[in-house]
């Protein structure tokens, strides 16, 4: 099961749970209220206590949450889900950047040549004209396996879109590695759920709780907007 805290400053100070669906997964909502007090911490490490006996490692919460609030839950990753959503990922910042695929150019960055580096290599390999590498550790076999199986010599002209699977690093690129989420991308969600999860990371992390559950397919997502930095 999944914590989703929320945190409101007025009133005494207070912890409360409750079990609750969202798309039909399972999940704790705490409900944190007061200030920042000596109680409140009191309050909070009893409840971290209690979420852990039942099992409860990671959690959702928005991004100003104090970091005592969140009891010691890990976040929501949701650099696997934007991979499993690669392809639209690629179609909307194509379009922002006015890309086509005749003339595209783009860059693949990571710390090593993982799977998931392979992945997004192929995925730009079928829409690039030419494609830039800066993959560390066995780039050299990535670049042969391009050139075997697209015919795609690495290089060319300058590129217009970064693609990243570094855990550090600026949003001017689309964001696939860890930390991710620093980079917001606005979603077309399913009826059921539009009017059910809030914006930004927040949302984007119940959604890929939802779709590691298989409550949610890929397919059932559109992307709106990715928010580049200038």
Not at 54 to 68: N, Q, S
Not at 137 to 149: H, V
Request: net charge positive.
């Amino acid at each position: 099961m999944l914590g989703w805290i929320g945190w409101e400053t007025r009133g005494l100070p207070r912890v409360r749970h409750r079990v609750e669906l969202l798309g039909g997964m399972p999940l704790c909502r705490v409900s944190v209220g007061g200030r920042l007090s000596p109680l409140l911490r009191l309050l909070l490490r009893r409840e971290g206590r209690l979420l852990r006996e039942a099992g409860i490692r990671e959690g959702v919460w928005p991004a100003e949450l104090p970091e005592p609030l969140r009891m010691g839950l890990a976040p929501v990753e949701v650099a696997p889900l934007r991979r499993a959503l690669l392809p639209a990922l690629l179609e909307q910042a194509f379009r922002q950047k006015r890309m086509t695929r005749q003339t595209a150019s783009a860059l693949l960055t990571a710390e090593g040549t993982s799977l998931p580096v392979y992945w997004a290599a192929q995925l730009l390999a079928q829409r690039v004209r030419y494609l830039h590498l800066e993959t560390g550790s066995g780039q050299e076999g990535l670049e042969d396996w391009l050139l075997q199986r697209y015919g795609l010599a690495c290089g060319g002209g300058a590129p217009e879109l970064e693609v990243t699977l570094r855990s550090a690093a600026e949003p001017r690129a689309l964001l696939l590695g860890e930390n991710c989420a620093v980079q917001q991308v606005e979603y077309i969600l399913p009826p059921a759920l539009a009017d059910a999860l809030p914006d930004g990371a927040e949302g984007e992390q119940l959604l890929t709780a939802l779709w590691r559950q298989e409550r949610l397919r890929p397919r059932e997502l559109a992307v709106r907007r990715i928010y580049f930095s200038a």
